[in-house]
Each structure stands twice: as C-alpha cells, then as structure tokens.
C-alpha cells in the first residue's frame, strides 16, 4: 500500500489536541507511520510537498516534518504530465497545492490522505478521479482488521 499525505495531515499531530476530533486524526496518523515504519506500507512524497515543509517558520516543527517526510520511499518529480494533470483540478476548484498533490498521488499512490474537509468535498465532485482521498481516520478504521 502506497500512502501519500499532504501537508494539512502530516502537521496534524502538531496541531491542538484538546479537540477530540483533532486528537483522534493525530493518533491515526502516527498509527500509520508507525506502520510505515514497521514496513507494513509505504509512504510517498512530492517535491511540492518537500516544498511546503521547507517554508514552515517554526523551526523544531519544520525538523519534525522533515523526518516524518524522509521516512517516504518515493520522492515524486512534478513532470508536465502532473502539471497539466493539477491544472485539470484546479479548473474544478481545488487549490493549486492541494491540486499538485492530487496529481502526484494519482499518478504515484494507493491513497491519498487529508484532514481539510473542503479538499475531500471538492474532490468528490470530480468523476474522472484515479485516487481515493480519504482522511486518516476514517480511512484507516476502514484498513484495520
């Protein structure tokens, strides 16, 4: 299983976890790291996501990201084929990053994981989709036995 998480899912852990739903994200998240490591499945990353990690200000979170980020067995490259790939996406209203990630996933992973609710309602309105965008939670009571 090939596993790509965009930005919004990897900093969950991070975010404030007195909010239960919050909380609970953050545990199925390092639940399936835990399982990348384990080398039950892979983690996939982006160029694109290299990218957002480099530019968070806080510097401890920006080290933490990048060694959840170095635990990916695949960097994908953004080639024109992606490119024009999340230039079809956006044309649907997502965002330009979330579409890059789109794209990136499709082409390279299993699943694609999220937490923003926005990006998974837009998403689900695109019929001619090659990837499952889930969030972590849900989609890991999902995978679990």
């Known amino acids: 299983m090939k596993i ?3 930005n919004c899912c990897l900093n969950r852990p991070f975010d ?3 909010n239960l739903r919050v909380h609970l994200e953050a545990e199925a998240i390092k639940t ?7 080398q039950k499945w892979n983690l996939v990353s982006s ?6 990690i480099s530019k968070i200000v806080d510097e401890s979170r920006r080290k933490e990201l990048m060694a959840i980020e170095s635990l990916a067995s695949e960097i994908i490259q953004i080639n024109p084929l992606i490119a024009t790939r999340a230039n079809e996406f956006e044309r649907f209203g997502v965002q330009s990053f979330d579409a890059l990630h789109l794209a ?4 390279h992973a ?9 990006f ?3 998403v689900a309105g695109i019929s001619q989709l090659n990837i499952t965008v889930y969030n972590p939670l849900v989609w890991l009571s999902e995978v679990l036995p």
């Not at 399936?32 to 384990?38: D, M, R």
């Open 32 to 38: 399936i790291l835990t399982l990348v490591e384990q």
């Open 16 to 18: 404030d976890q007195s």
């Open 110 to 118: 299993d699943v694609l994981l999220t937490v923003d609710d926005k």
């Open 47 to 52: 160029k694109v996501l290299k990218f957002e």
């Open 120 to 122: 998974i309602k837009k």
């Open 104 to 107: 990136c996933s499709e082409q």
């Open 4 to 6: 790509y998480m965009d």
